[in-house]
Every structure is written in C-alpha cells, then in structure tokens.
C-alpha cells in the first residue's frame, strides 16, 4: 500500500500531466491551423505573383517556383497527415487512461504512445517544409524582382 506522501506525488504528477498534455494539445492545434492556412495562401499569393507580375514566358528559375509549390504541397499535405496521427495518439491515450485507472496497470500512466510521438514529427516536419516553401518563393521573386 502507498504511503501518503507516494499518493500524493502521483495524483500531483498525473494533474501536471494532463495540464501539460492539454497545452500541448492547443499548440499543435494552433500550430497545424497556421501551417495551413498560411502554406495555402502563399500557394495562392505566389500563382497571383507569377500570373500579375511576371508573365509565365518571362518568368526566370520556374524551378525554384515549382520547387516551392511541392514544398507548400508537402506542407499542406503533412499537417493533415498530422491530424489522422493524433487521431490514433488519443486513442491509444484512452486505451492506456482505461489501463490506469480502470486496471490499476501503473505502467500505463507514463507508457511511451507511438502515434502521439509521430504526430510531434510530423508537425515538425509540415513547419520545415512551410518555412523552406517561403524561402523558395522570396528566392524566386527576388530573382525576377531583380530581372524585371
């Protein structure tokens, strides 16, 4: 049986958890909803830049601009590819709340959770991809900035 102060430290640690668990949980919403919407509208204010301002047959280093789009693609892409990850991390955090208190299995309550980790990557990998898809576009319109 566990003594007071064990009982104690446990109940404090699982509430800091579940607060920090919940921070996180905002950010990455936060986060994923940035990625998105700012990756889809550079996608949009760089096909506006290419069609307004420099015309398509005039147009310098279309690799770099095509370059851009798949990196603002891929960004797009693996921010939704986060959600369905962090659909499956809070399923399997609800399988491992149900073995911890419903179970009293102890090892659940800090059990490593595979899908919430790949999540994490994912989000890091959609913020990588968006910031490398804006350097590519200021590299192409400065590019043709400077030609025009």
Do not use: H
Not at 46 to 67: E, H, M, N, W, Y
Not at 88 to 110: H, M, P, V
């Amino acid at each position: 049986m566990e003594d007071s102060e064990e009982k104690t430290r446990r109940e404090l640690y699982a509430e800091t958890r579940r607060d920090l668990l919940t921070r996180q949980l905002s950010n990455s919403e936060k986060f994923d909803g940035a990625v998105l919407t700012l990756s889809t509208a550079a996608l949009g204010l760089s096909l506006t830049f290419l069609r307004d301002v420099v015309p398509l047959g005039k147009a310098q280093c279309l690799s770099v601009l095509v370059i851009s789009w798949c990196l603002f693609g891929l960004a797009i892409f693996s921010t939704m590819a986060s959600f369905l990850a962090s659909q499956l991390g809070i399923k399997r955090q609800l399988e491992y709340a149900e073995e911890y208190y419903l179970n009293k299995k102890d090892d659940f309550l800090t059990k490593e959770n595979f899908p919430a980790k790949l999540t994490e990557v994912i989000n890091y990998i959609s913020g990588f991809m968006f910031v490398a898809g804006i350097l590519f576009t200021i590299l192409f319109v400065a590019t043709n900035l400077r030609g025009a």
